[in-house]
């Protein structure tokens, strides 16, 4: 007997490039892990959507780290699967399914973008834990939102051991102040943007380093960016350095960040 798919479906909202911001810090951050086993590392892109391309996107991004990585992409709602099958080449497939990820044997990447937007916060911390339950020792669990174009971004890393950090990714030449973010930021966190939880203290933080930092406008974003982090950084954990500052992300600790009970 076949087993129902866990989970619902999302809209299916999708376009090229969307995720290009969340790719490309995976393929930094985690691409020596991906290298590290002997065997091809399985990527997960989960819920897909309407249209297969941040999946194929995903395969070319992590082959410039590791040129054995295999991605399947899983879709809750069997049409996109079909639609999405034309696509599949060598390293790359479709499946219907959901948060019990049917690939077999543990995978070493799960991608869950604009997945538990939908869902309630109560349910978060399931699913991060049913998910986190399928990667390889050392595996990366990235759960986050961004907007329909992909200009700016909040996504949670975590490992089997739960979560690690909290990433906030944006076009610079679209920002008018970090607090913009907050509208993107995951599921576990975008409700507790209010007075008294650490997350608006860090957002309301970051406003000021940015106002403090005006005089390097002049010589453009990226430099108001990397100067207004540095002063961030003074304050908070911030865990990665000037090489991604000027890709217009900062990286910090989860716990810094983590919902108050």
């Known amino acids: ?104 044997g543990p995978v070493a990447l799960i991608r869950a973008a604009n997945v538990l937007r939908q869902y309630d916060e109560d349910a ?21 939102t961004c907007d329909e174009i992909g200009r700016r971004h909040v996504w949670v890393a975590l490992g089997p051991e739960g979560p690690r950090t909290v990433t906030f990714a944006t076009r610079l030449g679209s920002l008018e102040h970090p607090s913009d973010l907050a509208e993107r930021l995951p599921k576990a966190l975008i409700h507790r943007n209010v007075p008294g939880e650490p997350v608006h203290a860090f957002l309301r933080d970051f ?17 108001r960016w990397i100067s207004a982090v540095r002063r961030l950084a003074a304050d908070w954990p911030v865990c990665d350095d000037r090489r991604r500052w000027r890709q217009g992300e900062v990286t910090v600790a989860w716990e810094a960040l983590a919902p108050r009970l």
Request: proline share 8%.
């Open 1 to 104: 007997m076949t087993r129902r798919p866990v989970g619902t479906a999302t809209r299916g909202t999708t376009n090229p490039n969307r995720l290009r911001r969340m790719d490309r810090w995976i393929a930094a951050a985690h691409g020596a892990a991906l290298r590290r086993g002997e065997a091809p590392p399985v990527a997960v892109d989960l819920g897909y959507g309407a249209a297969p391309w941040t999946a194929v996107e995903l395969l070319t991004r992590l082959r410039t780290a590791d040129p054995r990585c295999r991605v399947v992409g899983i879709e809750i709602d069997p049409e996109r699967v079909t639609a999405a099958r034309p696509y599949e080449r060598e390293g790359l497939d479709f499946r219907h399914g959901g948060f019990e990820v049917p690939v077999d």
């Open 124 to 144: 978060v911390a399931e699913v991060w834990a049913r998910l986190c339950g399928r990667l390889t020792p050392g595996g990366l669990l990235v759960e986050g």
């Open 207 to 223: 406003d000021r380093a940015w106002a403090a930092a005006a005089p390097y406008a002049s010589l453009g974003a990226r430099q």
